[in-house]
């Protein structure tokens, strides 16, 4: 007799391991961009992460990076995504082939039955393994992936229960299930949703006994649900206004709707008490599933170090006593409840046991925070500490209710491109925000450019399709379980989406947050294929040999899913030579001279640095000042008073006290100066007459923000310029390319650029900022890339793979790249204007296009244009005609689409017309200002331009009046 329990285990087997060799095959080399970077160097050191913390992640991570799986210790910490979501898809299969025998209540009967039930089961969770944002979790170090395995696991648990629940030691499961929620907070908080689901279960298998009443209640608990958006909805409808809330004004709101949608709930279940609150409603495991939720989280990880934080202050001995007595006190519940036969109690209080020691790893965020590591985001050294820590304070405060609420200018377009906080709501927080990202993973994906839509044509929309009928199937087989999956797919969805209440725009895509959502749906790919095979069982009864069709359908799905989504992903997830996090964060390093202060601008000129520093001694006497992070007191008094690796600490006039009271403050225009002493003034070479005569470097320092009419400099504005102040020349500063305008503190004539940083000297440029550079420094760095690399100063870029063909680049990395072409235009502007010299021009942009090239890395049109112009100037003709045809071309193409746009920088009209004069191509130019002049007709110098071209033309010797 066939043993089908081992034949399940070798499907479980195979998804694992085909999923693990594709992860393998496909994982990062080494450190990734956004948080990677931070996270490897977090755990390689055990260092304090950016709130709320990851500590179990970086216990785990610390593990991974001290086993000699490969070299490079980014790509041991990448490896913990990799197991990770193998086993998740693992766990995926044998939950689908659990509910799938729930449902049907007996075994295969034979080899062909356990084969309908198995290989669905493996098409449901290789569509996990092979869809676009689990695939892009699974190969780097980030906390999605090990969440969603918890999720997995704790899921995997809840159907195990489920089967052995009438078994004496079923309550095992359920106390696992605790540890493992607890332990999952110090990874991600997305596991903690998961507890509702299982809450379901647990009362839907032991306690209900009238399933009638239980379809009933659940109907009045679907039609209050709709009641509540109904009306949340009109409210939300009624909220037009065209300017940003004040914190008062949306917190009103809040409780406006608090009240109203309360009220409503409260009103219904009222009406209809006798049957909601009775012990076969379905009100009951939501009611249950709600409060066990709220005990976890805000509970225990919030609510637990509150509690000790108030009990015992920041006394670390009485912070210990606290703690035990807390323990205590559970223990002896657990004690209690045993003793005097509650055995509902006794587990109850052993899973908040439990729970409460999975959540203990955030002591490591004080233990560590105490040692002030390299990176200590917050510097939690107290329970008072951790508490701020937590609740995540440093990125303020929001609304549940409020959906459009933002103040910063560049998410404006909220309160004008929305009627109302309905229709944003709608079409950017669910639609755009979660929609388009489950099209994405099963329909297909248009391209990686940020806010891009979806293309059916990838997978032709079949994996959603069987998605959507294994839904359907469910209910229909087993509408219990199915509302069990579908309340936990809202939750890991639109639940998630709408707690978040994400602002337009957002800084990168966020489908990773709902990769839990997305996990909940391959089991309804599964469910569909399965119920595909059962509704052809059913209607072609009668046939007696169906295998050979049913096996047609299950090969059928095998292609059309996971190997379908395999083919259409593969090349866009495969980062297996990918280094450009690694060089970038190496070259932006090397742009500054020894002992240097570098300041950055956001995540990916800082994380991957930080990776460099901690993991490969990249670097370490360089200090880097994130210029978002220097608005924060903990962070400005590290850079002031630790020295990491024997760095020298950050010079400030700053006292801590000083430090603690910085706020944004009220900034006329003024003039500043810094001393420039005579042996500076030799060093640098200085020119500038004004700075030779009076010794110091004077310049206007106008405000950095405005506020309305409030004209305003913030924190990091004023830290920054005490910095530059106390560096006193001796010190290099250097502020990354990245760095935006307003950061620079209207220094921008005494920025010099040394690569993909901008030292600031005490000199201006002969010729003005746009060829500002140290052109011996800059040479080196784009014409002498290095073998392999070096910990100390050497210039000297790298750049990896950016001329093959066969990596893939995303939006993100072409935009960084982009910084290397501004670096070698920059200085072939130099070549061309300072030095006049043509040769070393083309010389230069040759270099560019071999190390960068055009058609692999793709370039902005205008881009393309300016390249275009230099080689023109340099007299390299033949090259320049060759790139003018191509950007012609792409300026019709944008010309049609927007005939419009004739005054944006480099607009098509000014491009083409530019080219066109370049080659001759006159005609054209007469037709390209035809069309312009319906636009503008009466502009002068349009009519001007339009008579030389048709002269030039020769097509028409009347003008234009």
Known sequence: MMNYKLLNRIFAGIVFTVSLIVFLITVQPSVSFWDCGEFIASSYALQVPHPPGTPFFLIVGRLFSMIPFAENIGLRVNLISVFSSAFTVMFLYLIAVMLIKSYRKKEPENLFDALTVYIPAAIGALSLSFSDTFWFNAVEAEVYASSTFFIAFVVWLMMKWNEKADQPDNEKYLLLIAYLIGL?????????????????????????????????????????????????????????????????????????????????????????????????????????????????????????????????????????????????????????????????????????????????????????????????????????????????????????????????????????????????????????????????????????????????????????????????????????????????FIFLGYLTAFYQNQQQPQPRERDYFYVGAFFVYSIWIALGMRGIIELMVEKFDKIKNLKPALGLVMAAGIIVVPVNMFHANYFEHDRSRNYVPWDYAYNLLQSAAPNAILFTNGDNDTFPLWYLQDVEGVRRDVRIANLSLLNTPWYIKQLKNTSPYGAEKVAMSLSDRDIDNLTVQRWEPVEMSIPVPPDVIKEFGVKDSAIIKTGKLTWLMKNPVQYGNVKAIRTQDLVVLDIIMQSKWKRPVYFAVTCSDDSKLGLDEYLRMEGMALRLVPDKSDAGSIEYINEPVMRKQLFDEPEGFSRDYRPGFKFRGLNDSTIFFDENHERLIQNYRNTFMRLAVHYLYSLKDSARTVETLDLMERKIPRNIVRVDNRILHDIARLYYAAGAYDKYEEIAKEVIETAKLKLKNNPRDYSSWNNPYDILLTHYENLKMYKEAVEVLNQLSMYLPYDESVKQLLNRYRRLAGVDTLEVK
């Open 184 to 488: 999952s907070t110090g990874v991600h908080l997305m596991a903690v949703l998961a507890i509702v689901p299982i809450v379901m279960v647990v009362v839907f298998r032991k306690y209900i006994d009238d399933e009638e009443t239980l379809k009933k209640t659940a109907i009045i608990f679907v039609i209050h649900a709709a009641v509540v958006l109904v009306v949340a909805a009109l409210m939300w409808a009624a909220q037009t206004s065209s300017t940003p809330p004040t914190p008062d004004e949306y917190k009103d709101i809040d409780k406006r709707f608090i009240v109203v949608l309360g009220a409503i709930s409260v009103l219904i279940m009222a009406a209809l008490y006798k049957k909601i609150f009775t012990k076969n409603s379905f009100y009951i495991p939501m009611i249950l599933g709600g409060i066990t939720l709220v005990v976890v989280y805000p509970g225990l990880v919030k609510y637990v170090p509150k509690l000790i934080s108030i009990t015992a202050g920041n006394d670390y001995v009485m912070d210990i006593i606290v703690s035990i007595l807390l323990f205590a006190a559970v223990g002896y519940a657990v004690h209690w409840t045993a003793k005097n036969n509650k055995p509902t109690l006794n587990l109850v209080s052993k899973a908040f046991l439990l729970g409460l020691v999975g959540i203990t790893t955030y002591a490591m965020i004080i233990i560590r925070a105490n040692e002030e590591p390299p990176i200590n985001m917050n510097s939690p050294k107290t329970f008072t500490e951790l508490e701020s820590y937590l609740n995540r304070e440093q990125y303020g405060d929001f609304p549940t209710f409020k959906r459009r609420f933002s103040n910063e200018p560049h998410q404006m377009g909220i309160y004008t491109n929305y009627s109302s906080d309905l229709d944003f709501l709608w079409r950017y927080q669910m639609d755009h925000m979660f929609n388009r990202y489950l099209f994405w993973n099963y329909i297909g994906r248009v391209s990686t450019y940020q806010d891009s839509g979806v293309d059916w044509s990838d997978m032709y929309g079949i994996p959603f399709f069987i998605g959507l009928f294994g839904l359907f199937y469910h209910f229909r087989r087993d509408w219990k379980m199915a509302s069990v999956f579908l309340v936990m």
